[in-house]
C-alpha cells in the first residue's frame, strides 16, 4: 500500500463546475501538508499548504482530518487552465530534514 | 528569474551505457533533492543534500546510482550501466535550510533503449 493514496482520475468536468479530490496517508508522523499542481511535461509547483482548520486560496479551499488522515482540495468555478495533475504531499520529519511524498495526483480535464 | 536549471533536457541512451545529470540549485539554498518520476507517477525521493553533505540517499533504487554535490552547489546524479527500468523523468529540487517550500526544476527526462 502507497503511503499516500489519490484516485488518478481523470476527472472530467466542465467549465464553471465544482470538484474535489481526495487524499489518504497511512504514516501518522506526517507533520505537514500539500497540494501541488502539475501541468504535462513540467515541474510540480506548490499550489497550497493545508492546515488542519481548513485554508482558501480564491478558488481553492483544502480541508486536513488528522484523526482520518485524509485531506481533500476543492476547486470552485473550475476554469479551462486548472487542467493538470494534482499532486497531493505530505511532509514527514527524516532524520535531519522533512521528506516530500507524493502522491500519485490526480489528473483534471476541464473542457468548454 | 533564476530558478533551478537542470540539464540536459532530454537524455536518450542505450541499455548499459551511463549517464549524468546536472542541477543547478537556485543561488544561496542549501538543500538540495533528487526525485525520480515514472510515468504516471508522483515523484519518488532519491537522495538529499544540506551543502555538499549527502544526509540522505536511502530512495536511490540500486548502488548503479550516484550522486554527489562537491562544493555545495551544483549536483550530478549518475546512473551506471542504465537499464530500461532506469527511463523516467530526474527532478532536482533545492530549499533554504529547515521546512520551506522546495523549488523543482524542469526535470531530466531519460529514455533508455
Known amino acids: 500500500r502507497k503511503e499516500v493514496e489519490q484516485d488518478p482520475g481523470p476527472f472530467n468536468v466542465p467549465e464553471g463546475a465544482t470538484v474535489a479530490f481526495n487524499c489518504t496517508y497511512s504514516?501518522?508522523?506526517?507533520?505537514?501538508f500539500f497540494w501541488y499542481r502539475q501541468d504535462c511535461r513540467k515541474e510540480p509547483k506548490l499550489l497550497m499548504s493545508v492546515y488542519s482548520s481548513g485554508n482558501e486560496d480564491g478558488r481553492f479551499t483544502a480541508q486536513l482530518n488528522r484523526a482520518s488522515q485524509y485531506i481533500s482540495l476543492l476547486i470552485r468555478d473550475s476554469k479551462l487552465s486548472d487542467s493538470a495533475t494534482y499532486l497531493c504531499v505530505v511532509n514527514r520529519k527524516a532524520t535531519g530534514f522533512q521528506k516530500l511524498v507524493f502522491g500519485t495526483g490526480t489528473r483534471l480535464l476541464v473542457s468548454p | 528569474g533564476a530558478g533551478v536549471s537542470q540539464s540536459p533536457r532530454y537524455k536518450v541512451a542505450k541499455r548499459g551505457q551511463d549517464v549524468a545529470l546536472r542541477c543547478d540549485p537556485i543561488?544561496?539554498?542549501?538543500?538540495l533533492f533528487w526525485y525520480q518520476q515514472a510515468l504516471g507517477q508522483g515523484p519518488e525521493f532519491l537522495t538529499y543534500?544540506?551543502?555538499?553533505?549527502?544526509?540522505?540517499k536511502s530512495g536511490l533504487p540500486s548502488d548503479r546510482f550516484f550522486a554527489e554535490r562537491p562544493e555545495g552547489s551544483v549536483s550530478t546524479l549518475k546512473i551506471q550501466r542504465t537499464q530500461q527500468e532506469d527511463s523516467a523523468v530526474y527532478l532536482c529540487?533545492?530549499?533554504?535550510?529547515?521546512?520551506?517550500?522546495?523549488?523543482f526544476g524542469d526535470g531530466t527526462r531519460l529514455s533508455i533503449l
Open positions: 504514516n501518522s508522523a506526517s507533520q505537514s
Open positions: 529540487a533545492s530549499s533554504l535550510e529547515g521546512p520551506r517550500p522546495q523549488h
Open positions: 543561488s544561496g539554498h542549501v538543500s
Open positions: 543534500f544540506q551543502n555538499e553533505a549527502q544526509l540522505d
